[in-house]
């Protein structure tokens, strides 16, 4: 493959914009990301990738956020774990504090719909896992996620957000306030997608698992089966041997709780003195 002028950064923005991660592995595995992008555009016959403009589009993005690349110094090094589904680059805002929130995340999520109960336990949760020195990691989504962002910041401890959209907007679109919030009280915002991607069911998949990518364990604490985005985080980190941590499921909207302890993929705990015993 012949390489090209441009930057590892902006090939890897673009190939990031037409491919996922496992469509191209293969090529980055023995090719520079500038010359996969090349052989892209040199068999692509519909002409869509001879159109972009890797990097004006790149310096456009970086306007809104930052596009962290594994070379970087403040890249996850836990991302390798994904395999052939590691990202290509991530979008991020915050992203001087990214690897130091890296070492100690933990996921506390769950339904955006969520009851009472899951609500109150998700602050306490997160509370208890922010005070520990441990960094929540959640998306922005109401209910369990958002409630978990606000309890570890009402301790005084900077979270980590992954949204399944580009970081110029809040998803949901009412919490930009909370996306604000997170990089400016010394926590980070990440993201797959450049600015403009809107939320799509792919996007929100691919954010689960980026999710469970991020972190060393995740608490499930109420989620229903094969709907929501967090039962893919809880299962993509058992895949990845990362502990799933569930309460003792009190409703029937924590059915998929309930599976993945019937499937021993996750491990009950009854509150979070016992979640921070296993963490520890």
């Known amino acids: ?11 890897r923005a673009a190939l990031a914009v037409h491919f996922t991660p496992d469509q191209v592995a293969a090529q980055l595995a023995q090719h520079s990301a500038q010359e996969v992008w090349q052989f892209g555009v040199d068999h692509d016959s519909s002409g869509r990738l001879a159109q972009y403009q890797p990097r004006e589009e790149l310096a ?3 306007l809104t956020c930052r596009f962290v690349i594994p ?14 589904g590691c990202p290509l680059g991530l979008w991020v805002r915050g992203h001087e504090q ?7 995340a933990v996921a506390v999520t769950g339904n955006r719909a969520a009851t009472a109960q899951a609500l ?13 020195g441990h960094t929540v990691t959640a998306t922005l989504a ?16 900077a979270t980590r957000a992954v949204l399944p959209r580009g970081l110029d907007r809040a998803h949901p679109h009412n919490h930009a306030q909370l996306l604000s919030s997170v990089p400016a009280c010394g926590g980070a915002v990440v993201s797959l997608f450049k600015p403009g991607t809107e939320t799509s069911g792919a996007t929100l998949r691919a ?9 060393r364990a995740v608490i499930l604490v109420e989620a229903l089966d094969c709907v929501e985005a967090a039962v893919h985080t ?30 021993q993929r996750a491990v009950l705990v009854p509150g979070p003195a016992q979640a921070l015993a296993l963490l520890n």
Not at 71 to 84: E, I, K, N, Q
Not at 122 to 129: G, M, Q, R, S, W
Request: glycine share 6%; charged share 15%.
């Open 234 to 263: 809880a299962e993509v980190a058992a895949d990845l041997h990362r502990p799933v941590l569930v309460p003792p499921p009190g409703h029937v909207r924590a059915d998929g709780n309930v599976r993945l302890l019937a499937e």
């Open 71 to 84: 070379s970087d110094d403040v890249w996850p090094a836990a991302l390798s774990d994904l395999g052939t």
């Open 60 to 62: 456009n993005a970086q």
């Open 207 to 215: 954010s689960a698992a980026l999710l469970a990518g991020l972190v």
């Open 98 to 104: 990214l690897d130091m929130l890296t070492a100690q």
């Open 142 to 157: 109401y209910g369990v996620d958002s409630t978990a962002h606000r309890a570890a910041a009402q301790a005084g401890q």
């Open 120 to 132: 109150t336990r998700a602050h306490d949760f997160a509370t208890a896992v922010a005070e520990a």
């Open 1 to 11: 493959m012949p390489s090209t002028g441009m930057s590892e950064r902006a090939a």
